[in-house]
C-alpha cells in the first residue's frame, strides 16, 4: 500500500471512531456496600440445666435491609467465667449452677446482649381427660367411677376384684419422668367413706414432656366389703390420684 492510501485508510478510521451529533450518556453511580447498622446476639438455646452446652451466635442487620450472619472468623467472644455459665472464645456456653446471666458482645462499635437462663426442668404430671383406656373402656373416667349392680352379685371370691379404677395422667411439664407412683383416695359422696389404694408404672418406663399415659388399680376392697354387708353404693364414687415421680434426663 502507497502512503496515500494509508492516509486515506487513517482517516476512515478515525471517521467510524467519531461519533454523530447528540448529547453524550451520564455515568452510572457505583452501588455503595452495604454496612452493619446493628447486631443480633442468639443462640441455639437460652434455657439450659446444669452441665448443658450451647453456641452462640451473631447476625448484622444491614443498610440494604438484609440480615446476615457474620462469620465466625471475623469476631470472637469473650471468655467468661461467671457462677452461673462459663463461655470460652469458640463460644461454647457451659451451664455451671441455677439462675441467669447476661453475655453483651461487641462487634464493630455496635453492641447486643443475650440472657441465659440455668433451670430445673420441671415434671408435672396432672389428671387427662382422655377417653379409652388399659381396657378400651369408652368414656372418659379419670375423675368418677360408677358402681351399679345388685349388691347380691357379689361374693367372698369376687369381692376383691370389685372397685377397680382406671385412669389417663399426663406430664404437663418440660422434664422427663420415672418411676411414677400414684395414691388413689376413692370418696364415696353417699356417706364420705374414704379409701386409699396406690400404685405404679414399671419403674423403666420414662414419660416424656406432653406424654400421655394410663393407670389403673385393683381394688377397693372397703367399697367391695359393703355391698358383701348389703350397703349400697348409689351415687358416683369419686376418685382423686396424686402422683409422684422421679425426674430423670430425656433420652
Known sequence: MNSRYAGLAVALVLCVSCG??????????????PTITSIVIGAGRTTLQVGETTGIYLFGNYSNNTVLPISTTEWDCTPTNGSVISIIADCTVTALALGTSTYTQIFQNLTASLVITVA?????????????GPDEEPEPYWWHLSFLGDPAYFNEESYAYFGGYEGHGKNTGDGCARNVTWTFTAVDTNDALLELDSGSLLWTQIIQPG???????????????????????????????EFSSTEVTCP
Open 211 to 241: 406424654e400421655v399415659f394410663e393407670f389403673e388399680g385393683c381394688c377397693l376392697e372397703a367399697m367391695a366389703q359393703r355391698i358383701l354387708n348389703g350397703v349400697s353404693i348409689l351415687t358416683d364414687l369419686s376418685g382423686e390420684v
Open 120 to 132: 430445673d426442668l420441671v415434671v408435672n404430671l396432672v389428671f387427662h381427660e382422655a377417653a379409652g
Open 20 to 33: 454523530g451529533g447528540g448529547g453524550s450518556s451520564s455515568p452510572i453511580a457505583p452501588t455503595p456496600t
